[in-house]
């Protein structure tokens, strides 16, 4: 079965500084990767996915991220953060061709964002 | 497009007591999926549903959980009875039916839950 950790529980950055909050996978294969993100009182919106080719993909809202297979990572990047970033950030795996989308969340980093 | 609905926003009730909460996904979406939140955690699957028959449930607490989409659109989530830690969000998303390609889950805003 899949899982996922990620090791940050609580992020500072100033704002126009760069960011990386990380995501570990455990899983047998090459898994679907997702970054999630939640706002206070919101939904979680996808920020961007991750099924197979290019390993650098690009999301919404300036966000990117890498798959590397050795480090079984995917770590979330942006270049210069904004003060309306500030929210918490959920990694997700999927077991591709296992049936119904079925996708885990890891425990979320939570971002603030200083002025 | 209209988003994933879901009422009511916040809830408050004593131990024991029961509630139901209640999601409209997308039109069209076969898909519906019922996640509980708790403070400081990753959303967690009760319950999936594709049209109106139960796909995964493993991680429902039968014994106070249940759910139901009947005509395979919206759907009801209820407590009965309710315990503290129980006290959580409720997130409903749903996605077009599942297949071989993945389909992207759009999630509602939740019901906040909180039990005294």
């Known amino acids: 079965a899949q899982s996922v950790t990620q090791p940050d529980i609580h992020i500072t950055v100033s704002e126009g500084a760069s960011l990386e909050l990380r995501c570990n996978y455990s899983?047998?294969?090459?898994?679907?990767l997702f970054w999630y993100v939640q706002s206070p009182g919101q939904g979680l919106q996808l920020l961007l996915k991750?099924?197979?080719?290019?390993?650098l993909v690009q999301g919404i809202k300036g966000f990117e991220a890498e798959f590397k297979r050795s480090q079984s990572s995917f770590n979330l990047r942006k270049p210069s953060v904004h003060w309306s970033d500030a929210a918490e950030y959920f990694c997700?795996?999927?077991?591709?061709?296992?049936?119904?989308?079925?996708?885990?969340f890891g425990p979320g980093t939570s971002l603030s964002v200083i002025p | 497009e209209a988003g994933v609905a879901q009422s009511p926003r916040y809830k408050i009730i004593e131990k024991r007591q029961s509630v139901a909460f209640w999601c409209n996904p997308i039109?069209?979406?076969?898909?519906l999926y019922w996640y509980q939140q708790i403070l400081g955690q990753g959303p967690k699957l009760l319950i999936q549903?594709?049209?109106?028959?139960?796909?995964?449930d493993s991680q429902l607490p039968k014994d106070r959980f249940s759910a139901e989409r009947l005509k395979g659109v919206d759907s009801t989530l209820k407590i009965q009875p309710a315990k503290l830690e129980d006290s959580a969000v409720y997130l409903c998303?749903?996605?077009?039916?599942?297949?071989?390609?993945?389909?992207?889950?759009?999630f509602g805003p939740g019901t906040r839950l909180t039990v005294l």
């Open positions: 039109s069209g979406h076969a898909t």
């Open positions: 997700a795996v999927g077991a591709p061709k296992t049936s119904y989308d079925k996708v885990i």
């Open positions: 899983y047998g294969a090459t898994p679907y």
């Open positions: 991750y099924f197979s080719g290019d390993t």
């Open positions: 549903f594709q049209n109106n028959g139960v796909v995964d």
């Open positions: 998303a749903s996605s077009l039916a599942s297949g071989n390609s993945y389909n992207e889950q759009f």
